[in-house]
């Protein structure tokens, strides 16, 4: 009998597996360990890559066992492992180095070795039970090599691999991968070609830059889908981590190495009959949602109130934990959901206000715009600091209404507050101050503080997070200490508070 080993994907994450192939007199092939169909298949692909490499399915009785057995194994990426430990058991592969090694990946017709998901979890796996090394397609070691403290070997078809095995040199192990960050970015609507909407722009900056979540409500047509796909040229550069967390979600459900090609943050804009498994996750087999795919970037919500009322209520969840956690008879996983959501309404679902003829029709549309607005429930709106009105402009106004600075320009600006703030971060080390001690501690601030708080009956969670949004505007203009200036700005973006009352 001979063992080896190779990963399943559980979530985003790679859970390690253990595969067992046992040759005895007889004739059969048994795969065991709650395979499903593609695994299951694997005999037929691997019958016809061996005899492609001149190499044989030995007519024997072949048990494989892949555990642990509570957990299933999903898509062709055993092919490779199972194939490797055929030959072993069979004789034709005499090595000792398949008990040391991860081995991923699925097999052509041909032998050629094809590229697989997750391989970027599967090798933080093999480190963390401490393999030596692992073997992945060609195509995935880029992504692979970016786990550092473990050898990552590329190979394009299982010659190479037998060869390897056997004391061969064919295969070498890749360098790790430094990620080179990139000053190309992708922006799809600059901020100078939107006039007007001075107040929309500061707010996007501000919110870009701390993280905050932004809902605009706008009649149709003033720009509020323009404004939110123009983040993508002003969001700050991701770290290092960032970009592996960013790949890791993408390799584990598309199969695509997102943050190494681009570096780039996510936008991600799901239609408004997105599902509840579509935006949060789930399935058979479990793949990430829309907030997840979102993660370190912007999950862009238009027309809110037409998505599903359950929808939107699965959101508060992430939006305050940054995280999802998803129960189901079979699992218990946790996802990253990081995300900025910047979301968009119309005032009213039939027409733009100003547009009623009569007193009859008003009263039916305060009618309608209380329904529309009801879909959204207030712990939702309670989650989100900074809500504003975008309002439109008459003609005469709009041709010479100012275009303000371009995404470059904000760009620059919004990466000099990030240094800033690390800096900040930096002397202030790990002081225990919460936001309320801050408050505290100015006898001008907590005498307003007290009073229009009192006055507006905000939550304790809504007056930190407009606190934050203070210290985020105190941080674009690169201060140590938030003052009431600051204050008065963050309160300045609630002006839909009268229209959700």
Known sequence: MCKGFTGAIKGIDAELITVE???????GYHLVGMP???VRESQYRIAAALKSCGLK??????????TPADIRKQGTGFDLPIALGILQSSGQLITDQLARLMIVGALSLDGSILPVPGTLSMAKCAMRHGLKGIIVPWENIQEASLVDGIEVYGAKHLSQITSFLMG???????KPNKIRQSDQR???VDLSQIRGQMVAKRVLEISCLGNHHLLMMGPPGVGKTLLAKSVTGILPKMSDQEIQEVTQVYSSRLNQVFGILNHQRPFRQPHHHCTNAGMLGGGNPMIPGEASLAHRGVLYLDELPEFKKSVLEGLRQPLESQKIILARGSYHIELPASFTLIASMNPSPFRSI???ESNKQVNRDEHRDKSYRNKISKPLL??????????KLPQEDLLEAPIGPSSSLVYERIEKSCQFRKMRLAQVGNQPNTWWQHVENNREIKSFWVHYMTQKKYSIRTQAMLYEVSRTIADLEQQERVNLDHIYEALQYRSLDEYFE
């Not at 399915?57 to 892949?66: E, G, P, S």
């Not at 309670?382 to 309002?391: A, F, G, K, V």
């Open 21 to 27: 192939v046992q040759a005895d007199r007889g004739v």
């Open 36 to 38: 499903d169909r593609a």
């Open 57 to 66: 399915m030995m007519v024997k009785r072949m048990t494989i066992n892949l």
């Open 168 to 174: 061969g040199t064919w295969l070498k192990p890749e």
């Open 186 to 188: 992708i922006t799809e």
């Open 354 to 356: 100003g547009e009623t």
């Open 382 to 391: 309670d989650r989100i600091p900074l809500q504003i009105d975008i309002p």
